[in-house]
């Protein structure tokens, strides 16, 4: 069991940036994947971003709506992986999910919230105009 906790969300205008985080419970060898997903009230939880790795390195994908806004990245380290919101949006506006799994994603399924064995709590991102 691997427990995800959520953190840096917070109020922005748009235009503005913001960093979240997200911190594994444990490490995990071998091939892993994690991934950020948001949902706005009334909505799907949809996908926003995953890296996979094994190792070193990684394979970064986004949704091609914040594609040159966000940046996934990790730290190995600190058991953590981190979303670079810039350029934020009002409709940037939702609660981010962090969602891991371990063992590698097919690149076709990394959007899919289905693909996934942990989720954390949440962390609210809010947009003003």
């Known amino acids: 069991q691997v427990q995800l906790e959520e953190s840096g969300g917070g109020s922005v205008q748009a235009g503005g940036s913001l960093r979240l985080s997200c911190e594994a419970s444990?490490?995990?060898?071998?091939?892993?994947?994690m991934g950020w997903f948001r949902q706005a009230p009334g909505q799907e939880r949809e996908f926003v971003a995953a890296?996979?790795?094994?190792?070193?390195?990684?394979?970064?994908f986004y949704a091609s709506a914040v594609k040159g806004r966000f940046t996934i990245s990790r730290d190995s380290a600190k058991n953590t992986v981190y979303l670079q919101m810039n350029s934020l949006k009002p409709e940037d506006a939702a609660v981010y999910y962090c969602?891991?799994?371990?063992?590698?994603?097919?690149?076709?399924?990394?959007?899919?919230?289905?693909?996934?064995?942990?989720w954390g709590r949440g962390t609210q991102v809010t947009v003003s105009s």
């Open positions: 890296i996979r790795w094994s190792g070193g390195g990684g394979n970064t």
């Open positions: 444990k490490r995990t060898s071998g091939t892993n994947t």
């Open positions: 969602a891991s799994r371990n063992g590698g994603v097919i690149a076709s399924q990394v959007g899919s919230t289905s693909a996934y064995d942990f």
